[in-house]
């Protein structure tokens, strides 16, 4: 069996770059890239010249496969994305999973992570957190993480947004979750690093005054009390359960019951399939 190894890039500096991982990618038969062209970028930096095969979104269900099999034969692979961690809202979650079923063994290569540079010096209470990926565009969807936003037991919660709906998602947090405490961070590394921390409405303000000079993936972080919401309003079946956990102080699997008792008309499975989503945004 050979080893996949899932390695950190730098988010900005590539002075970040650790001296193992380059050696990890000066010494393994394969390289996965996100995009070639950005890794290439890397590499010559560092000047590893090393194959590489492109890894992505758009075709990791069907490239998983032969790549499980050339690690059944023995090959050394890395696993890299354009920049930090590989499986942290970018493509490696469904490789990793299928390497572990085969019981072929996967190493970390640790580095830069775009949530938790951004934590560390956020000022807020990292404690415990919840990481929610990107901000859904779709409304429903939308919706619902403003919801979860405000119930969750967690108190600080981390999402991604792009430069173009920056303004447009702290313009509705302020409208939702007025009085929260957000640190909005960008560019994180880089030459034009910026963060803005404080009440919502002021940071509001000042991002739109930079609306000349929004740049990079941001990461928010938002600190709130929770919120009971009223039971009309449609939540997800997540939120529904940290509410319970909430109002009853319970544990999962009392709140799991709360829920499927209030909800004759949704499956116990889809419940119990909300519970596993909820474990592992929360790492419960």
Same mark, same amino acid.
């Given at each position: 069996m050979g080893t996949l190894f899932v390695v950190a890039t730098p988010i900005g500096n590539l002075n970040d770059f650790s001296s193992r991982a380059v050696? +990890?990618?000066? !010494?393994?038969? =394969?390289?996965?890239?996100?995009? +070639?062209?950005? !890794?290439?970028? =890397?590499?010559?930096?560092?000047?590893?010249?090393?194959k590489?095969?492109?890894?992505?979104?758009?075709?990791e269900m069907t490239r998983a496969k032969e790549i499980i099999e050339e690690l059944k034969n023995g090959k050394k692979i890395s696993l890299v994305s354009d920049a930090g961690t590989p499986c942290i809202s970018d493509p490696g979650y469904i490789l990793v999973k299928q390497a572990r079923e085969n019981n072929i063994k996967v190493v970390a290569i640790p580095g830069c992570s775009a949530v938790i540079s951004a934590l560390s010096v956020s000022g807020l209470d990292t404690s415990s957190f919840a990481f929610l990926g990107f901000v859904p565009t779709e409304n429903k969807s939308k919706k619902q993480l403003f919801n979860d936003l405000k119930s969750m037991i967690i108190k600080t919660k981390v999402v991604y947004e792009s430069p173009k709906r920056i303004i447009k998602f702290l313009e509705e947090l302020k409208n939702e979750i007025p009085g929260s405490v957000v640190c909005v961070c960008s560019e994180i590394t880089k030459v034009h690093e910026s963060y803005e921390y404080g009440k919502i409405e002021k940071v509001y303000e000042k991002m739109v005054n930079k609306l000349d000079s929004l740049k990079g993936e941001y990461v928010v972080i938002i600190h709130n009390e929770p919120l009971l919401i009223d039971k009309d309003e449609s939540l997800s079946l997540e939120a529904q359960i940290i509410n319970e956990m909430k109002m009853n102080n319970c544990?999962?699997?009392?709140?799991?019951?709360?829920?499927?008792?209030?909800?004759d008309n949704i499956s116990k499975k889809d419940i119990y399939n909300a519970s596993l989503n909820l474990k592992k945004m929360l790492s419960l």
């Open positions: 050696e +990890t990618l000066s !010494t393994c038969d =394969l390289i996965l890239a996100e995009d +070639t062209r950005q !890794t290439i970028k =890397l590499l010559n930096h560092f000047k590893i010249k090393k590489m095969l492109s890894y992505h979104k758009f075709n544990s999962l699997k009392e709140a799991i019951n709360f829920v499927s008792a209030k909800n």
